[in-house]
């Protein structure tokens, strides 16, 4: 079905018994749009992520990837986008190289295409000359840009990213938006990401959305949710949005790992 959106989500639900984590949210990112979803520790970040990417089943709602249900079309929505989730699912014992081409593989890239892939992005990401090493030997940049030239393999149509760039010092987390940034432009994908470093969101984002208590709070352009606040940076608006108090984070890294190999069969 074809649309102008590339995603579109419509009063979106998510119950776990009586707790309601994401409560009636609807929102629209625009194809070859780079689009920042933010939200305290707990807001219902992750728990919409593993929606849109068919992780978990919506209890009301609906969503609409790349114009295909993600409910009823699971396989059209994972063909047609990519993913670098917050905690790490490289498989450190396997080549640079042999992680990408599994990868490859898992997605029915032909071999010819998936060996000229390999090596065009893994160059981007400036790690050919690491290909033949194993994974346990990079550095956490390093091991972020595989994961990066990874998810891009199969040429997805959108990428998410779950905190791209945490933990990482700040010349690494510059060079990853530059990568980033101009495959946004060069390829036409539309980039959906979560991140607590505002500064990103505000350099890089066209459209936000603010996410709070599993409600959507505020939606505009950086410049719009400064005005509406009054506030001189986006982290100052954000603050205002959200208040002032310390969040406890409820999904952990080995849920997300666990997650990732669900969505593609796993191997380990």
Same mark, same amino acid.
């Given at each position: 079905?074809?649309?102008? @959106?590339?995603?579109?989500?419509? &009063?979106?639900?998510?119950?776990?018994?009586?707790?309601?984590?994401?409560?009636?949210?609807?929102?629209?990112?625009?194809?070859?749009?780079?689009?920042?979803?933010?939200?305290?520790?707990?807001?219902?970040?992750?728990?919409?992520?593993?929606?849109?990417?068919?992780?978990?089943?919506?209890?009301?709602?609906?969503?609409?990837? &790349?114009?295909?249900? @993600?409910?009823?079309?699971?396989?059209?929505?994972?063909?047609?986008?990519?993913?670098?989730?917050?905690?790490?699912?490289?498989?450190?014992?396997?080549? %640079?190289?042999?992680?990408?081409?599994?990868?490859?593989?898992?997605?029915?890239?032909?071999?010819?295409?998936?060996?000229?892939?390999?090596?065009?992005?893994?160059?981007?990401?400036?790690?050919?000359?690491?290909?033949?090493?194993?994974?346990?030997?990079?550095?956490?940049?390093?091991?972020?840009?595989?994961?990066?030239?990874?998810?891009?393999?199969?040429?997805?149509?959108?990428?998410?990213?779950?905190?791209?760039?945490?933990?990482?010092?700040?010349?690494?987390?510059?060079?990853?938006?530059?990568?980033? &940034?101009?495959?946004?432009?060069?390829?036409?994908?539309?980039?959906?990401?979560?991140?607590?470093?505002?500064?990103?969101?505000?350099?890089?984002?066209?459209?936000?959305?603010?996410?709070?208590?599993?409600?959507?709070? %505020?939606?505009?352009?950086?410049?719009?949710?400064?005005?509406?606040?009054? %506030?001189? @940076?986006?982290?100052? %608006?954000?603050?205002?949005?959200?208040?002032?108090?310390?969040?406890?984070?409820?999904?952990?890294?080995?849920?997300?790992?666990?997650?990732?190999?669900?969505?593609?069969?796993?191997?380990?």
């Amino acid at each position: 079905m074809p649309t102008s @959106s590339a995603i579109t989500v419509k &009063n979106l639900t998510r119950k776990y018994g009586d707790f309601v984590a994401v409560d009636g949210i609807s929102f629209d990112v625009p194809q070859g749009e780079i689009f920042a979803f933010l939200g305290p520790n707990g807001a219902g970040k992750t728990t919409t992520i593993k929606m849109l990417t068919t992780l978990l089943r919506p209890s009301a709602g609906e969503i609409l990837v &790349n114009g295909h249900d @993600s409910v009823r079309e699971q396989d059209a929505v994972r063909k047609s986008f990519g993913i670098v989730f917050q905690d790490q699912s490289l498989d450190e014992e396997l080549t %640079a190289y042999e992680n990408m081409e599994f990868h490859g593989i898992l997605y029915g890239v032909p071999t010819e295409l998936r060996e000229r892939r390999i090596r065009e992005l893994l160059e981007i990401v400036e790690l050919w000359d690491r290909r033949d090493n194993q994974v346990k030997t990079f550095s956490g940049g390093m091991r972020r840009r595989l994961e990066i030239a990874r998810g891009l393999l199969h040429h997805p149509r959108i990428f998410f990213l779950d905190e791209p760039t945490l933990g990482l010092d700040p010349q690494t987390r510059n060079q990853i938006w530059t990568y980033i &940034n101009n495959l946004n432009k060069t390829e036409k994908i539309t980039v959906f990401f979560t991140t607590h470093y505002m500064e990103e969101a505000e350099r890089f984002a066209k459209h936000i959305a603010v996410i709070d208590h599993g409600n959507i709070i %505020a939606q505009g352009t950086a410049e719009s949710l400064k005005k509406k606040t009054k %506030a001189s @940076s986006l982290e100052d %608006a954000f603050l205002e949005l959200t208040g002032h108090a310390i969040r406890e984070e409820h999904a952990t890294g080995l849920d997300h790992l666990r997650q990732h190999r669900k969505m593609w069969g796993g191997r380990r």
